[in-house]
């Protein structure tokens, strides 16, 4: 079965407008249900025969693009064939200005086009025994970061989104505080914290989009540096752990954490199933930090299991990444 991608041109309208929706929700369910597992880019690759000379490919690569992307001959081939390619339904596609997009609009930008550079930058070998060839892949892999970032800092809706999830924890943290002194200093019996929680509850603008594209980013994040962060093996042994690695993949756990700290069990239950994924992975990472370097379990894991939990009320992905995460716990405690 061909995707629609390698499917025929239309030849009417409607039928450009059915297969134009039908190519970016493909490509949406791609990207976000592969990031970081072992993504088929064969299937967009053309056939060797039509590619062109080394010297031909040179001339076309584009002075902009990252190191990783000028070593890939493929990317420069055929105006017919290049037609049918992910990469030109993304150099021609408009997604409007970011600071008014919806926010669909920004996960699709987020999911197709920023994310497909993670998939191809994960897909390059690099030579990990050697300090030239680690500090390449560190160097490169921090590039594909600079990038996602940019894209952030010119995603209003995005940043509004973070900085939402922050004010709602302070704000939360705040009527704790505010709690424990009245009991303190009057000794009355203890009020309902539910309360005091409403109106931040009933203020909050809930999206499940921006939440999803939150812990999707995060999860590319994790994706692109989990790698690097501790050796793999033995001859990997002297070259230690790549600490801005280790911190990036922890501040993406957290972020993952804060984001569903502020969404209710009824709304997360009926969340996409692909939010799954970004918090399993957040978990993992938790856990084999923990186990590598000895120190506990951060505590912000028990959320994570209990969102896992709550999304397992629907969705049996979530309670087969639950059990794993406690088994995993239960070894690493």
């Known amino acids: ?15 450009q407008e059915e297969k134009t929706r039908a190519y970016w929700m493909t490509e949406i369910l791609d990207g976000s249900s592969t990031m970081g597992v072992a993504w088929n880019v064969s299937l967009t690759r053309p056939p060797p025969s039509i590619l062109p000379s080394a010297s031909a490919t ?8 990252l190191p990783y992307e000028q070593n890939m001959p493929w990317l420069a081939f055929s105006d017919e064939l290049w037609t049918t390619m992910p990469e ?3 150099s021609v596609a408009s997604f409007g200005d970011l600071e008014t997009s919806a926010s ?10 920023e994310l497909y550079i993670v998939h191809q930058f994960l897909q390059q070998p690099f030579d990990r025994r050697t300090a030239a060839g680690r500090a390449k892949w560190q160097a490169e892999c921090k590039g594909v970061d600079e990038r996602l970032q940019k894209w952030r800092s ?13 004010d709602q924890q302070q704000q939360h943290h705040h009527n704790q505080l505010s709690h424990h002194a009245t009991i303190s200093s009057t000794h009355a019996p203890p009020t309902n914290m539910a309360a005091s929680d409403a109106a931040v509850e009933e203020n909050r603008d809930f ?23 501790f050796p793999a093996n033995e001859i990997e042994q002297p070259h230690g752990p790549f600490y801005h690695a280790i911190q990036r993949c922890l501040d993406a756990s957290d972020e993952i954490t804060m984001v569903v700290r502020n969404v209710n069990d009824a709304d997360l239950e009926n969340m996409s199933p692909h939010l799954i994924f970004p918090l399993f992975v957040a ?3 938790f856990i084999v930090h923990a186990r590598i370097t000895g120190v506990e379990v951060p505590k912000n ?22 059990f794993i995460c406690s088994e995993d716990v239960d070894i690493v405690s």
């Open 1 to 15: 079965m061909l995707p629609p991608r390698m499917l025929p041109l239309p030849n009417t309208l409607i039928d």
């Open 58 to 65: 040179t001339s076309q690569t584009n002075s902009t693009s």
């Open 88 to 90: 030109f339904c993304i």
């Open 104 to 113: 669909f609009t920004s996960y699709v930008n987020l999911v197709v086009n």
């Open 154 to 166: 010119s995603s209003t809706l995005f940043n509004s989104a973070v900085k939402s999830c922050h």
């Open 207 to 229: 999206d499940p989009i921006t939440i999803l594209a939150v812990a999707m980013y995060n999860m590319a994040i994790i994706a692109l540096y989990q790698r690097l962060a």
């Open 283 to 285: 978990a993992r990472f």
């Open 301 to 322: 894991i028990d959320l994570i299991m209990y969102s896992l939990r709550v999304c397992g009320q629907r969705w049996n992905l979530a309670r087969k990444f639950l």
